[in-house]
């Protein structure tokens, strides 16, 4: 049963090292290298100092753990375009065909020459070694090992560096490294055994192409995939002998010759490279003399080594936050390994292609807009954010903010890791109160509960106590609850004016025809939740004007189901993630639900399509179909425009990120704000985004049509009331679904004073609407005056008969 390589067998000291050592390298010289290769002989060394026996030798390890490499990941945009990378190790594996044979040889030549000769170990080098050593004064210490033996001392390193604990990767790394004394030859021992034992069960091509993958080749590039592409931008296939020499002599001491950090130590290294080469037969007397005279810094095309999301924003403008959000997405989520730890060394060593659901044109327009309607360290202190879904599916398109994205201890002036379009969890930011962009999934309830647009509703009142408000999940208590109009005081309007206009006292005047949980079910069913915990709204009166925190990104997800004819999915950022051998893991989805029917979808986008005529007049509709809700909080703290059209929906938040601080008599890129409302920064900075963003020659179609139901309510029977007082009328017309409103002046009648005398409709009316009512005064009508005489008709003379008018005349004129 061979021993794994985890074991180091038996503890030994400085002098049963040597001799065991010696006694390998004199056996394998004489006998042959398989002769001493896995069973050594018992020798026993003079004067009694030790006594080295074959189960000393036995008990060193004959089989390597050999583990899949640390590779680096990538992380794109949706076109393909590179955002970022994160490694550990900076490695890219590739196979021994997709190196330059160039690089293969000078690996050879500086390395290990006989690398094809030798079973494993070079016993003649070995030997050399250990007397060079023995007699070196100054403590230097010669290597011996064949290539094999160092790919093994890599192999064991890098498991070392996987030890769950830093004591046990202290200790593994020793042993993996040790290279004085009892414990340089004590790994020497080691590293033959296991070499001769690999070499049983791989070819020298396949144990090159190991090694070339595996060995550093500089401070922080591992591989001659990666190296090629950093110190000449290039893939390791298409290296020339010169670039082959510089990255050869680099494994030697990664950090003493690496090109950038030493380039004179470096170059020096190169040409020595050369020189093995030259002495080998791999290149020409012609080509050595090329190459020893070319200076190092003229063969170098360095490509920077960035790690991580800040790089990002150099690629696609303003990205560091998607890039940030989308590792989050893969540290959070179950898809990606049983715990954080796990997923996230899936990310820095798996060597994973994640490509994300970023499309660099909008993200630019984003980002641009954005930073146009708050600058980055604009001296208000006020910040802006921007989330970009794409309806029916979910795709973040675009995340920006009018910040650098900086995750360090230091960042600099307009410089922050805080996401501000994103929960707690995927990126620190506790949210933030949404308004009146909640007072939609309000409509939504109410005209899920079979209410209308044009239903009309009374927003005078100003207060409400706790017993006027309906929630069938919990018990409403507490003091009554007031609130404020922005235009002042209410008045009775439609359910439409109050959207458009965004009037409170209406929005509450609604809430309390309605069940206050089955509007916060309605808004859960979007995906509404708070951004600092995850949980549902609170069900509270408050919130129909939006008092808990929400995330950017929340809100664009959810209206971005208004646009889908009520189709709501769970916004995303990875559209794949595919690992080295090319299997694709499987990612979040985006679990698309018909969240809210496509009736009540669509009466929403028409309300809402009103805003551009009401709090958004002054903003003025985009060149499309759109509808929208601005959004300011009591003392206009937070700003928000969250619009769409049937292609795109977008959240705009305006406001300070330190506090809840109100915005207001301040400067915002150079325009003087009195007080800061949704139509003010937010409104505009979404319609330029969205102009930009849709001005890409595809069309941009309308809304379905909502309908007439939704719009204009159900006509139903009118019940009549006349005759009934007032408080019975009322009842009776709330028990039909209708109610009352009473006329200002009372009329005489014979009925009883507060009896209704007549009502208006009295035939059919829209089921809610007010059926107006008017009152006895107790007074009977007041009696007829009499009737005026009229006049008699006066007799009129006969008239003449046809024919006998001509005759009558002539007789007259002839008698007189």
């Known amino acids: 049963m061979p021993n794994p390589a985890r074991q180091r067998g038996r503890q030994v000291n400085f002098f049963q090292a040597?001799?065991?050592?010696?006694?390998?390298?004199l056996v394998a010289g004489v006998s042959g290298v398989l002769a001493a290769g896995l069973v050594l002989p018992g020798v026993a060394v003079a004067n009694g100092v030790t006594d080295i026996t074959r189960t000393a030798f036995d008990d060193l390890p004959t089989e390597l753990a050999q583990k899949r490499l640390p590779e680096k990941s990538v992380i794109k945009a949706a076109d393909g375009t590179l955002l970022a990378t994160f490694y550990d190790q900076n490695r890219v594996i590739v196979p021994l065909t997709e190196i330059s044979p160039l690089l293969q040889h000078a690996v050879i030549a500086t390395e290990d020459k006989r690398f094809y000769q030798h079973v494993g170990v070079d016993p003649r080098g070995m030997f050399r070694a250990f007397v060079k050593n023995q007699a070196d004064s100054d403590g230097g210490q010669e290597g011996a090992s064949t290539l094999t033996q160092q790919y093994i001392k890599n192999v064991l390193i890098d498991a070392a560096l996987a030890k769950e604990t830093e004591a046990e990767r202290l200790e593994a790394m020793q042993a993996a490294r040790g290279a004085e004394g009892t414990e340089g030859y004590a790994r020497k021992l080691r590293e033959a055994k296991l070499a001769i034992a690999l070499e049983k069960t791989m070819t020298k091509d396949e144990i090159l192409e190991k090694y070339l993958n595996i060995a550093p080749f500089g401070a922080s590039v591992y591989g001659a995939e990666s190296a090629a592409n950093y110190y000449f931008s290039k893939s390791a296939k298409d290296l020339n002998y010169i670039e082959a020499a510089t990255i050869a002599g680099v494994t030697q001491s990664p950090t003493k010759w690496d090109p950038v950090l030493n380039p004179a130590a470096s170059q020096t290294r190169r040409d020595r490279v050369l020189t093995l080469m030259n002495e080998q037969?791999?290149?020409?007397?012609?080509?050595?003399?090329?190459?020893?005279?070319?200076p190092l810094p003229d063969t170098m095309h360095i490509q920077p080594l960035k790690q991580g999301c800040m790089t990002a924003g150099d690629v696609v403008a303003g990205s560091g936050y998607f890039?940030?959000?989308?590792?989050?997405?893969i540290l959070n989520d179950p898809a990606f390994g049983p715990d954080r730890e796990a997923r996230k060394a899936l990310l820095y060593t798996g060597g994973l292609t994640i490509t994300t659901t970023l499309d660099p044109r909008l993200q630019a327009a984003a980002d641009g807009e954005v930073k146009a309607g708050v600058p980055v360290g604009d001296a208000s202190g006020v910040k802006s954010a921007i989330s970009v879904v794409e309806p029916g599916t979910g795709k973040i398109t675009a995340m920006a903010q009018t910040t650098v994205f900086n995750p360090t201890s230091t960042p600099g002036p307009g410089e922050d890791a805080v996401n501000y379009n994103t929960d707690a969890a995927y990126g620190a930011s506790k949210g933030?109160?949404?308004?009146?962009?909640?007072?939609?999934?309000t409509l939504a309830q109410w005209l899920k509960e079979g209410h209308s647009l044009n239903e009309i509703i009374d927003g005078k009142p100003m207060q409400y106590p706790m017993s006027a408000f309906n929630a069938s999940c919990t018990r409403l208590a507490g003091a009554p609850y007031k609130f404020g109009n922005a235009e002042g005081k209410g008045a009775v309007m439609s359910v439409l004016d109050a959207t458009k206009n965004s009037v409170n006292s209406g929005y509450i005047a609604m809430a309390t025809k309605i069940d206050l949980c089955g509007m916060i079910d309605t808004a859960t069913s979007l995906g509404v939740?708070?951004?600092?915990t995850g949980e549902p709204f609170k069900v509270l009166p408050a919130n129909v004007l939006g008092s808990d925190g929400v995330a950017p990104l929340t809100m664009a997800a959810a209206f971005a189901a208004f646009a889908s004819g009520g189709v709501y999915c769970k916004p995303i950022a990875i559209l794949s993630v595919v690992d080295t051998d090319g299997v694709s893991l499987p990612v979040p989805q985006a679990g698309c639900t018909q969240a809210l029917e496509p009736r009540i979808a669509n009466a929403l986008n028409f309300a809402l399509s009103h805003v551009w005529q009401g709090t958004a007049d002054s903003v003025g509709?985009?060149?499309?179909?759109?509808?929208?809700?601005?959004?300011?909080?009591?003392?206009?703290?937070?700003?928000?425009?969250?619009?769409?059209t049937p292609r795109l929906a977008a959240a705009v938040w305006v406001g300070h990120s330190d506090g809840?601080?109100?915005?207001?008599?301040?400067?915002?890129g150079g325009k003087f704000v009195r007080r800061a409302y949704g139509s003010s920064v937010a409104a505009p900075t979404w319609k330029r985004f969205m102009v930009t963003a849709l001005s890409d020659g595809a069309p941009n179609p309308g809304f379905a049509a909502p309908g007439d139901k939704e719009v204009f309510g159900e006509k139903i029977p009118v019940p009549s009331v006349v005759g009934l007082n007032e408080a019975d009328a009322r009842n009776r017309l709330a028990g039909a679904g209708f109610r009352a409103s009473i006329a200002p002046e009372q009329v005489s009648s014979a009925l009883p004073a507060g009896t209704v005398v007549s009502q208006s409709p009295s035939g059919t009316a829209v089921r809610g609407s007010y059926v107006t009512l008017t009152l006895s005064n107790g007074q009977p009508p007041a009696a007829p005056p009499p009737a005026e005489p009229q006049p008699q008709p006066q007799p009129q003379p006969p008239q003449p008969q046809p024919g006998q008018g001509g005759g009558g005349g002539g007789r007259g004129g002839g008698n007189g």
């Open 18 to 25: 040597v001799a065991l050592l010696l006694t390998f390298a």
């Open 621 to 644: 509709a985009p060149p499309f179909p759109s509808a929208g809700k601005t959004g300011t909080t009591s003392e206009n703290e937070y700003t928000w425009f969250v619009g769409y």
């Open 323 to 329: 890039c940030d959000y989308a590792t989050k997405v």
């Open 529 to 532: 939740h708070q951004a600092n």
């Open 660 to 668: 809840v601080i109100p915005v207001k008599d301040v400067t915002i």
């Open 432 to 441: 933030f109160a949404p308004g009146s962009t909640f007072k939609p999934f």
């Open 281 to 294: 037969g791999f290149i020409t007397d012609e080509e050595y003399a090329a190459g020893v005279a070319t």
